[in-house]
């Protein structure tokens, strides 16, 4: 059976790989590790963490997947990418059935495992033409600010970049959850809006499409969600899918086109 590292170990070594010189630079002359008061300074949304064990099955998948090559489209996120398969399979077979796509979507992920992911076998085998991007809800469960959560956002694109150089980036907007005026719905409207800025229309091509989900009040369009208001029901994959296939359409031959960067 594959070993994976402890929590702590990957902690520490995300920790060093991400804070680099700025970790060392606060330890002593003699190298020694960074203490937990110095661990604790920084961001856990930029820290590679590994995904849950009872999703580790579905990761080495994933790794086996990279490994084959042969995907032209990568989808990346948490439970609301991954549900293509489910509440979006109808949707997703529709609209991606007849092309070279990979979901590399894990119910409950953060940034910080996405990250350690794609560390540890998804970013590596293969060369997507095309990253389709949603990730950092599930953070907002957590303490992290929404500066850190933007911060791992960041991280995640950062870790796209150096893993697949020829790529072409679209990075979505966290979508809408809870009720119109919820602190949690102002909380990903700020994240999104910190987010927008990593849009270069080079590589990264940030999208918001969470308004096609709302009505006028902004409440979730009958059907569009679950219940819980988190997540899209099968109408939500398809107003989604709607809202998406002409800007990767048009990503997909900007990546095709010699001259492009």
């Known amino acids: 059976m594959k070993k994976y590292p402890s929590f702590s170990t990957a902690v520490l070594a995300g920790l060093l790989a991400w804070a ?4 060392l630079a606060q330890t002593s002359p003699m190298g020694d590790l960074p203490t937990a008061e110095q661990i604790a300074k920084f961001n856990p949304a ?7 064990p009872s999703q580790i099955s579905m990761h080495d998948s994933f790794v086996a997947l990279a490994k084959k090559g042969d995907i032209d ?10 549900w293509w398969r489910s509440n979006g399979k109808e949707v997703f077979d529709k609209n991606y059935g007849d092309k070279k796509v990979a979901n590399f979507g894990i119910a409950g992920e953060t940034t910080q495992q996405v990250l350690w992911r794609l560390q540890n076998g998804e970013g590596a085998g293969f060369q997507p033409k095309l990253v389709m991007l949603m990730i950092g809800t599930n953070n907002l469960a957590s303490t992290n600010t929404d500066g ?3 911060e791992g956002v960041t991280a995640v694109v950062g870790e796209l970049r150096k893993d697949f150089p020829a790529a072409k980036i679209l990075l979505l907007g966290i ?25 270069d229309l080079d590589h990264v091509f940030y999208l918001d ?17 679950l219940s819980d208001r988190l997540h899209p029901a099968a109408k939500g994959y398809a107003i989604w899918a709607d809202a998406v296939r002409e800007p990767l359409a048009n990503l997909m031959k900007l990546a095709q086109t010699p001259s492009s960067k």
């Open 20 to 23: 680099g010189t700025t970790v």
């Open 46 to 52: 930029v820290i590679p963490t590994p995904t849950r």
């Open 73 to 82: 489209m990568l989808f990346l996120g948490d439970s609301i990418t991954d």
């Open 148 to 150: 850190q959560i933007a």
């Open 175 to 199: 979508f809408p959850r809870g009720g119109a005026g919820e602190m949690v719905r102002v909380r990903v409207a700020n994240i999104n809006q910190m987010i927008a800025k990593l849009n």
């Open 209 to 225: 499409i969470g308004n096609k989900f709302l009505d006028e009040k902004g409440d979730f369009l009958p059907d569009a969600f």
